[in-house]
C-alpha cells in the first residue's frame, strides 16, 4: 500500500517557468490536500479538494492552481514561477470515515526551488 | 479564525531527559487537536490526536499529550528522549464540522548524546 505519492520529489525552476506537482493516492480517500512548508510558518493550506470535482483555496492560492483529475489524483500547477514559490509541497489525503476522521497521511514531500 | 502557536522554535535536551513542547491554540469551541513529527526529508506521521473523552492521550513512539481547556493547550510529553526523537513537531487545529487543518510554526528538537 504505497498511500500518497508525489513527484517529482526535486525540481528546480526558473523565474516565469511553469510547472505541474503529481500527487495520488491508492486509500481511497475522499478528501486531498496541498502545503507548502516553509521554515518556521509550519505548513500552509494552499487548496484543497473535498471530493472529485470539488476544489477551494486554502490560506495560500495566490499563485497557483489545482486539478482533481479523478478521485485518486490531486495535482498542483505553477503557471509562472516566482522565487517567492521556492518551498517544500506536500501533499496529503483524508478519509471521511468516522474511524479515521480528520486524520491526514501526508506524501514524502517535493523541494522546488525557483531561481 | 483558528490559530496555532508553538512557542520553542528549537529545543535542545540530552538523550534520556524528559521533553515537553509547547502549543497554544485559538479557537472558540474544543477543536480536534494532534501532533504530527517530521524526520528530516521526510514527510508528516501522526504521533497522536485528541477528538474527546480522556484529556491524557497517548501516541506512538512512547509520546502522550494532555489537553488543558482552561488554557487552550495541548503539550507533548515524552518521560526519556531517544536519540531517534530528533525531528521537527508539528501541533495542528482542526474545526470539529470543518475540512481544514491549521498547523503551528513547529519545534525543532535536537538530541544531544
Known amino acids: 500500500n504505497a498511500g500518497v505519492t508525489q513527484t517529482p520529489k526535486f525540481q528546480v525552476l526558473k523565474t516565469g517557468q511553469s510547472m505541474t506537482l503529481q500527487c495520488a493516492q491508492d486509500m481511497n480517500h475522499n478528501s486531498m490536500y496541498w502545503y507548502r512548508q516553509d521554515p518556521g510558518m509550519g505548513l500552509r493550506l494552499i487548496y484543497y479538494?473535498?471530493?472529485?470535482?470539488?476544489?477551494d483555496k486554502g490560506e495560500v492560492p495566490n499563485g497557483y492552481n489545482v486539478s482533481r483529475l479523478n478521485k485518486r489524483e490531486f495535482s498542483l500547477r505553477l503557471e509562472s514561477a516566482a522565487p517567492s514559490q521556492t518551498s517544500v509541497y506536500f501533499c496529503a489525503s483524508r478519509t471521511d470515515a468516522i474511524s479515521g476522521a480528520n486524520v491526514l497521511t501526508f506524501g514524502a514531500g517535493s523541494r522546488l526551488t525557483v531561481l | 479564525a483558528q490559530s496555532v502557536t508553538q512557542p520553542d522554535i528549537h529545543i535542545t535536551v540530552s538523550e534520556g531527559a524528559s521533553l515537553e513542547l509547547r502549543c497554544n491554540y485559538s479557537y472558540g469551541a474544543t477543536p480536534y487537536l494532534f501532533w504530527y513529527v517530521q524526520s528530516p526529508g521526510q514527510g508528516l506521521q501522526l504521533l497522536l490526536k485528541?477528538?474527546?473523552?480522556?484529556?491524557l492521550v497517548q501516541g506512538i513512539k512512547g509520546f502522550e499529550a494532555e489537553f488543558k481547556r482552561s488554557q487552550s493547550s495541548f503539550n507533548l510529553r515524552k518521560p526519556s528522549v531517544h536519540w531517534s526523537d530528533a525531528a521537527e513537531y508539528f501541533c495542528a487545529v482542526h474545526k470539529a464540522a470543518g475540512n481544514k487543518l491549521t498547523f503551528g510554526g513547529g519545534t525543532r528538537v535536537l538530541v544531544k548524546p
Open positions: 485528541y477528538f474527546s473523552g480522556d484529556t
Open positions: 479538494s473535498a471530493s472529485e470535482g470539488t476544489t
